[in-house]
């Protein structure tokens, strides 16, 4: 900085050699002055040292001095910045912004505007243009209005913005593309697949004659089974893909959960029975109807309630409940006092295609929790999903007031 230091220097001498009066202010001790010169030099490094370009204008914006990390960004030399006007080194399309953003601090009175800065773009002399971010504010000054510019080069967080955007636009086009091939592959397998199975049900029930061996019986069997978990594995895939997508096409409705609560119950219960776990429901009367699009609601609480009752103890327990609270929310809660999850496991539960070791031994696909929740959220509705090891799991399904019928 030239100007500003300059004054500071010559208040300072003019107050130690001003002629001793019997109304004047006595004159600065030496102690005094050399204090002052020790600030101004500090003030000087600062300046000197700071890596944004720093300018003290008038209120025509008429640069008055700079420090040389504004000479370095204007790749200008002194003589050219003082006297020159700031919009000298600014492109046309920033003038009005910089311009109105001095009138505001000159019309105003304030101090500062340093948390309403701007985006400028620069130029130096030689014509080249960057993106800098501006700040300015008042300065005190005892015969005109000062004003100064701090101006920060924001050409790499420009450019890493642009990356950011870049990358993520290819993600979402790669995230397309996935959900587009799955869709066509899905649609491609369950043709041959669903007649793999009627073959298997044809050959079953011997419908054209006995097949001579049990073991043709046994292998058919075998067959059939596996095709029909092939099959729901490409439908949960499909319908992931379609989620992913935004394409899956839902019909919202007033619905009572309590019905498909008890729909859900009535058809699993055999499934229960085998594995001798109890059920037990509680859905009050009182729980109005909900928003939502009863086919993916009934797949929800058909996923919950199967892992509820498949990740069980013999002679466990799957509570399931609808409850309306205060705040206008329903609740859709299913505990089980299975064998629960630590953290990392649950965490990788939420994740498509992880299964657990401690569920090794029963048939899934890793896409329970996962197409669940994915469902849950395209109903508008959140979820949520608490366990502990050996105290069991709490799935809750939470419809926010909008999504819930006034009775």
Do not use: W
Not at 173 to 189: D, F, G, M, V
Not at 240 to 264: H, Q, Y
Not at 373 to 401: H, Q
């Amino acid at each position: 900085m030239i100007s500003v230091v300059e004054k500071i220097q010559n208040e300072a001498t003019a107050s130690t050699s001003a002629p001793a009066s019997h109304t004047s202010a006595p004159a600065a001790s030496s102690s005094q002055v050399e204090h002052l010169n020790t600030r101004i030099e500090e003030l000087e490094s600062v300046l000197a040292t700071a890596t944004d370009g720093v300018l003290v204008m008038d209120q025509r914006g008429i640069i008055r001095s700079a420090n040389h990390s504004a000479e370095a960004l204007f790749n200008a030399s002194e003589d050219d910045l003082l006297g020159a006007p700031f919009t000298t080194f600014l492109a046309d399309e920033s003038h009005i912004a910089a311009l109105d953003y001095l009138d505001g601090l000159v019309a105003n009175g304030v101090s500062s505007v340093l948390n309403d800065g701007r985006e400028v773009i620069c130029q130096t002399l030689d014509g080249d243009i960057f993106p800098t971010f501006l700040s300015m504010g008042r300065i005190s000054s005892a015969n005109e209005q000062l004003f100064c510019a701090v101006l920060r080069d924001i050409t790499q967080f420009k450019r890493a913005e642009e990356e950011l955007v870049s990358a993520r636009y290819k993600a979402e086009k790669a995230n397309a593309h996935k959900s587009e091939y799955l869709t066509k592959i899905s649609h491609e397998i369950r043709t041959p697949l669903n007649a793999v199975i009627g073959f298997s049900e044809v050959m079953q029930e011997e419908r054209f004659g006995e097949l001579g061996n049990v073991r043709y019986k046994e292998y058919a069997r075998d067959i059939h089974r596996s095709c029909s978990h092939m099959l729901t594995l490409i439908n949960d895939l499909l319908d992931l893909a379609k989620i992913e997508a935004g394409k899956m096409d839902l019909a919202f409705e007033a619905v009572s959960a309590a019905d498909i609560i008890n729909e859900c119950v009535a058809l699993l219960q055999p499934q229960a029975n085998e594995q001798r776990v109890i059920i037990r429901a509680s859905t009050p009367l009182s729980v109005p109807k909900i928003v939502a699009d009863p086919k993916t609601l009934r797949q929800i609480t058909l996923n919950l309630l199967s892992n509820a009752i498949k990740f069980n103890r013999s002679g466990g327990q799957v509570i399931v409940s609808l409850v309306l609270d205060p705040n206008g929310e329903v609740h859709l809660r299913v505990r089980d006092t299975g064998h629960g999850m630590s953290k990392a496991d649950l965490e990788a539960a939420l994740q498509p295609f992880r299964r657990l070791n401690a569920s090794a031994s029963t048939e899934g696909s890793g896409l329970g929790l996962p197409l669940t929740k994915a469902l849950v959220e395209a109903n508008r509705a959140s979820f949520s999903i608490n366990s502990e090891e050996d105290e069991g799991t709490l799935a809750e399904v939470t419809f926010p007031p909008q999504r819930v019928l006034a009775e």
